[in-house]
């Protein structure tokens, strides 16, 4: 019996799972001052490994679907299950960013935009750029001296025309006019009670934030939080007046990503250990005993020790690089996306003359979106996307890749790989890096 473990865009359709992470971009789960994405990538690598397979991840957001998009050309980002933007105004599921029509339902109740916009004209506010004006979010740029008064004269304006509004001032910047039933906090008690209609609320949520729009998240019921390391004065403020002697909400001493991973070891929630911090040998770690964990972690693993081996962030040992060698059987081929296929044994041979070729320079390999199927008893087809980031040609370009793996005792994690299929996603086709197109030669 096929035993599918591959991710439906409809929460629904998907199996209760195990945990979810609810977290903000900005600041919380990206850190903008880490030019090498330390904290972000050991995260990406946990949750490919442990949680993408029966786990919920959603991020939330101040940004537009336009800013989002934009943010995820410039750093790498997982694809969430779900999209919590522009602070709690719309929520969209899955890769085809499908829009909950419930919720835009529930935010037109006494709402009037145009009325809002004509109100704050009239105070000389200045507005966001157009794409952070949305049909249930009015944004203006506001000093943080002027702040206070601006939120009061606008309210009593809007109160004026028998409209109850919501403001949110996150940033010392950004202030949002929204409607009363609007937030971050709102959005997601919003998607648990539909959870629970469905019986599929997650085991146990963890949500993350550094900022004041962050706040309502951490005020939902039934959930854990984490305050990152870094999270700005207004939201350390809210957390002294009404969370500090909560024992549900966790200060992180560590900035971003790695302040979330700090808060799953603090709420033993586990695995919490990515990947990207593991300094055993990888043949002697143990394995998981679930099948499907198993897959995951060889995707992940196989890929890391891939880019770890350019880099020379192993030791060059043939201890090493067997680790690039040990789980492809001799009759796995690898088709690469620039149409060349190649015996997947006589290409990982070619690399180790490639040792420590992109040392020192920006080179990162991350796997999304995993999906796995049982074809037969001990067959499994698995698809993912596959990230290269690479100095050498300037890239960041995307692989959709499909393989065949089967159980295989005295492996790394008990799986080998059968056979290798990469097509570029079009709008990330790159050049051929030089160190791949050497793996390509004969010897």
Not at 233 to 249: D, F, G, I, M, P
Not at 296 to 318: C, S, T
Not at 371 to 382: D, P
Not at 400 to 429: C, D, F, M, R, Y
Request: proline share 4%; charged share 30%; net charge negative.
């Amino acid at each position: 019996m096929m035993n599918s473990v591959v991710s439906d865009a409809i929460p629904s359709r998907r199996p209760v799972p195990k945990f979810m992470i609810v977290s903000d971009l900005d600041h919380t789960m990206v850190d903008h001052e880490d030019k090498e994405y330390t904290s972000l990538l050991r995260f990406n690598a946990l949750w490919e490994a442990h949680y993408r397979h029966n786990s919920r991840l959603v991020f939330s957001t101040g940004r537009s679907l336009v800013l989002y998009n934009q943010l995820r050309q410039e750093v790498p980002l997982l694809t969430p299950d779900i999209l919590i933007m522009s602070v709690g105004t719309e929520i969209r599921y899955g890769d085809t960013m499908e829009e909950d029509l419930g919720w835009v339902k529930e935010l037109d109740v006494e709402w009037n935009r145009d009325i809002i916009v004509e109100e704050a004209k009239k105070l000389n506010l200045k507005f966001q750029c157009d794409s952070e004006q949305r049909p249930h979010k009015v944004s203006f740029h506001v000093t943080k001296s002027d702040a206070p008064t601006v939120k009061e004269k606008l309210a009593a304006a809007l109160k004026a025309h028998g409209l109850t509004t919501k403001f949110i001032y996150s940033g010392g910047i950004d202030l949002d006019v929204l409607p009363v039933g609007a937030g971050k906090g709102q959005a997601l008690a919003y998607l648990l009670r539909k959870f629970r209609q469905e019986e599929n609320t997650p085991e146990h949520t963890l949500v993350c934030g550094d900022s004041g729009n962050d706040a309502e998240l951490f005020e939902v019921a039934d959930v854990h939080g984490v305050i990152v390391g870094n999270a700005q004065e207004e939201l350390l403020q809210w957390h002294k007046h009404n969370a500090e002697h909560r024992s549900n909400v966790f200060r992180a001493t560590k900035r971003c990503a790695a302040g979330i991973i700090e808060a799953m070891e603090h709420f033993k929630f586990t695995p919490n250990v990515s990947p990207r911090d593991l300094t055993t040998p990888l043949k002697k770690q143990a394995q998981p005993k679930d099948k499907i964990a198993a897959l995951a972690h060889e995707i992940v693993e196989f890929q890391l020790h891939y880019e770890k081996w350019f880099k020379g962030g192993v030791d060059n040992k043939e201890e090493e690089f067997q680790r690039l060698k040990v789980t492809l059987l001799p009759a796995c081929t690898i088709i690469h996306p620039w149409g060349v296929e190649t015996v997947a044994r006589k290409s990982i041979e070619n690399a180790r003359r490639l040792y420590g070729s992109q040392k020192g320079k920006k080179f990162f390999i991350w796997i999304d979106r995993i999906r796995i199927l049982e074809l037969t008893e001990g067959t499994w087809a698995v698809k993912f996307d596959k990230w290269v980031k690479s100095e050498d040609t300037g890239d960041t370009t995307c692989r959709l890749t499909s393989a065949l793996l089967e159980n295989k005792a005295g492996t790394p994690n008990g799986v080998a790989w059968l056979s290798i299929h990469e097509t570029w996603l079009h709008e990330h086709e790159g050049k051929t890096p030089s160190y791949v197109a050497e793996m390509d030669k004969s010897k």
